[in-house]
Structures are given as C-alpha cells and as structure tokens.
C-alpha cells in the first residue's frame, strides 16, 4: 500500500509553486495525498519566516502533525527551515529539516534519512543560478504559477528574505518559455509570472535581459491566453513596460506594487529607494494611461516609530490614489532583521486599530472599483470551487465575478455581462 503523505504551505506563491511541485513529484513516486487532518504518514511543512508570527504557525503545524499521528514523519523546509534549522530540529518528531536549495532533493534526502534527526541547508547567499523545481500541473486548474525568479538583493530593514531566499537569481528564459508551454498544454486558461522580486529578472543572466523582454518573448513565442504579472517593486515598472500591458491583449491590465508606507520618513526607515511623489506620479501615471487597470498595495501598519502624522499621511496618499485593493499587513517583529530593534515599537493595540482602518479604507476602494464595471462585459477564466451555488471567476483586471455556470468549465475563459455588485464580488450572467 502506497504511504499516505500531506503538505502543508505557509507563505508567498513561490512557495506555493514549489509546494505543488514538491506534491507533483511525491505523486510520481507513488505517495498518495491526503488531508493534513487525517495523520498523513509524511507530513511536509513548507515555511514562512516573514515575521515571528510565521514561525510560530510553522513550529505548530509540527506539533499539530505529531498530535494527528504520533508516528508520523515530519520534514520542514521553506524559509523558517533556512533561516533557522536548529529551532526546528529540536522539535520533537522532526525528521528532516531542508533548506530551500534543497527542495530539489528532497524525495533523495527522505529516501536516505535514517532514524537520527537530520538537518540539510545549504548557504543559501552563496547560490548564484535559479533552478525552478520542474512542474507540469496544479490542482487548481484555471491558474497556473511558473517561477521565473528567486531571491532578492533589497535588504529592507524588516525583511529576512534576501537572507532565507538568496541573492536575486533569474530562470533561464528558454526555460521559463518551455514551462509556460508546457502549462499551455495542458489547458490552463492564465499564467502568472513568479518570484521573489521579479522587477529584477535577467539582471544577473549573461547576456542580462529584462522582464520586459520575457513578457514579449511570452507573448509572440508562446499560444498562452491569458498573462499577468506577480508583484513589482515601484522602481521597476517602466514607462515600456506599463505601455506594454496597455498594449496587449494578452497581458492583464493588474499590477500589485508594494508601497510599503505613505510617508517619505517612513520610507528610509523601511530602506525604501523611493519617495511619495514618485510613487504617486507612477500610480497615476498607471491608471492615466490603462484607466480600467487593477492596482493593489501592499502596506506595513505600526511600523517602528510611526507617528499619528504618519500614519494619517499613508491614510491620506492611498484615498487620495486610484488603487483598487489594499493588502495590509500589521508590522512585527522580525529577529534578525534592523527594524526589530528600532527604537518606538508601537503597542499591538495600536497597530490593530490602525490597520482596521486601512482595510476599511481598502474595503471602500474595492467597492468603488468593482462599481465602475457593472454593465460592462468582462474577460473571466472559471475558477475552481463554487460561491452560493454560483460558478466564480476572475476577470482580467483582478475582479471576483460570481455567474449561473455548471460544473467542470474550470479554466475556460468566458465573456460576462456585469449586472450588479455585491460585497467583495460582481455579479454577472452569460450574454
């Protein structure tokens, strides 16, 4: 009888990519997936360690896993893994601890592992070259995510990743073009493009290249339908790139920009290479010239030393901008990393109160964008899974659209008619 297995994933879409990958070759080796609920035999945790928070999920999704099954098989691995193996080992029941790099190996290292705890992580700084796990389908079959980059070279002062992830490596783009092929092939009716810090892409390829240039490349070299870009740092989206975009009808008009803060003191704190003006000439600049383009932010509250008069101006930059959705994430602590020991940490019950006030800010933006589309006829692929009864999608433009719609059209791509809003989705109806 094949040995049941589960994976369990905290984190970034790189580490959902890596995650389905990880699942895809388990399978192939004759595991059989099952429910993290039900005790799986082997138990693989992929890490997060984006905040003190994130550790402590991963270190109880271990002791969750012994309590399912107190014979079972724990391997870790992902970001914490990398940062912070010791901790991890010394949790009783255990296994193997993996490094990122060391995914690749992973069915290698169980297979070898013996009955003494072992930890496998390599200096992930010294890495020089991206080498995506291969992957040839995802469980949910309207999307799929291709890895074309990992690392990254900022060194924010709240972030660990340049540290759990490596410096910025790019994927081959031949490569990157046969993955995109392949998940073509396979019906997939979007791609998004993955990484740590993607704006970078090519820089440290020989010749160097560009995302620009991958995008292009993706467009005229390959029968994908559907495109659409993960998240990009404010310096790194071009004048060519957002002309690009408003050019193709391949590419979707969406673009998910860390800003991180709405005050330029803020912002060297953060060891961000940006100011307010710049990135509210870019925001602009973005819905000037593509008007029915999604654009969401991602923001730190209660970060070390913010004021009321700061925090009041990153509340007033993001009304005053056209942005579509807002991904607020409350500041903590990260060991390791400048911001953790910046004088003016500021109470949890602050931060909390403060972020609420962001999402609902946020809450109020979605509204108003999704509102401007009722009427209107939107590009949607079929996601998985079923709302009220309703089919759901996802437009071109990031908007969730529920739909009369039988089961199994996952990964289609329909044009509907938008009839109303209703909370966090539209409504729509084939013509």
Do not use: W
Request: charged content about 25%; some cysteine; aromatic content about 6%.
């Amino acid at each position: 009888m094949s040995r049941s297995v589960a994976i369990a994933t905290l984190g970034c879409k790189t580490n959902q990519f890596e995650s389905a990958a990880i699942e895809e070759r388990l399978r192939e080796a004759g595991y059989r997936f099952v429910p993290f609920d039900e005790g799986a035999e082997l138990v693989i945790v992929n890490t997060c360690t984006v905040t003190a928070a994130t550790d402590a999920q991963s270190r109880n999704l271990v002791r969750r896993a012994r309590r399912l099954n107190p014979d079972c098989r724990v391997v870790v691995t992902g970001c914490y893994a990398q940062v912070d193996p010791a901790a991890l080992l010394a949790i009783p029941g255990v296994s193997l601890v993996l490094g990122n790099d060391e995914k690749r190996d992973l069915l290698r290292l169980i297979a070898e592992g013996g009955e003494t705890p072992a930890a496998h992580v390599s200096d992930i700084r010294q890495a020089t070259e991206a080498v995506p796990l291969p992957l040839s389908s995802f469980s949910e079959r309207s999307r799929a995510f291709v890895q074309i980059q990992n690392g990254c070279d900022a060194f924010c002062s709240y972030c660990i990743i340049p540290y759990a992830r490596g410096r910025s490596r790019s994927v081959d783009p031949e490569a990157v073009l046969e993955q995109v092929g392949t998940l073509v092939d396979s019906g997939y009716g979007e791609i998004v493009l993955t990484g740590i810090h993607i704006g970078g892409y090519g820089l440290d390829l020989s010749p160097p290249t560009s995302l620009l240039s991958l995008v292009q490349r993706i467009e005229s070299e390959t029968r994908v339908a559907r495109l659409r870009l993960g998240s990009l740092e404010p310096t790194e989206i071009s004048a060519a790139l957002i002309e690009t975009v408003a050019a193709s009808p391949i590419l979707c008009p969406h673009f998910h920009i860390p800003l991180q803060a709405g005050d330029d003191e803020v912002l060297q704190r953060m060891n961000r290479h940006y100011d307010t003006t710049f990135f509210r000439k870019l925001v602009e600049t973005i819905h000037a010239r593509i008007p029915e383009a999604a654009i969401g932010l991602d923001v730190i509250v209660g970060f070390p030393g913010e004021s009321d008069d700061e925090f009041a101006n990153t509340l007033a930059l993001i009304e005053e901008l056209p942005v579509s959705h807002l991904h607020v994430f409350p500041f903590s602590r990260r060991p390791g990393t400048p911001a953790a020991t910046m004088a003016g940490q500021l109470p949890g019950d602050l931060i909390r109160e403060r972020a609420a006030r962001l999402r609902a800010l946020g809450d109020d933006k979605l509204r108003r964008f999704a509102e401007r589309f009722v009427g209107s006829t939107l590009d949607v692929v079929v996601e998985g899974g079923r709302h009220g009864g309703l089919g759901r999608g996802l437009s071109r433009n990031y908007l969730s659209v529920l739909f009369p719609c039988d089961k199994g059209r996952e990964g289609e791509a329909l044009d509907l008619r938008i009839t109303a809003s209703q909370g966090e989705h539209l409504l729509g109806v084939l013509p």
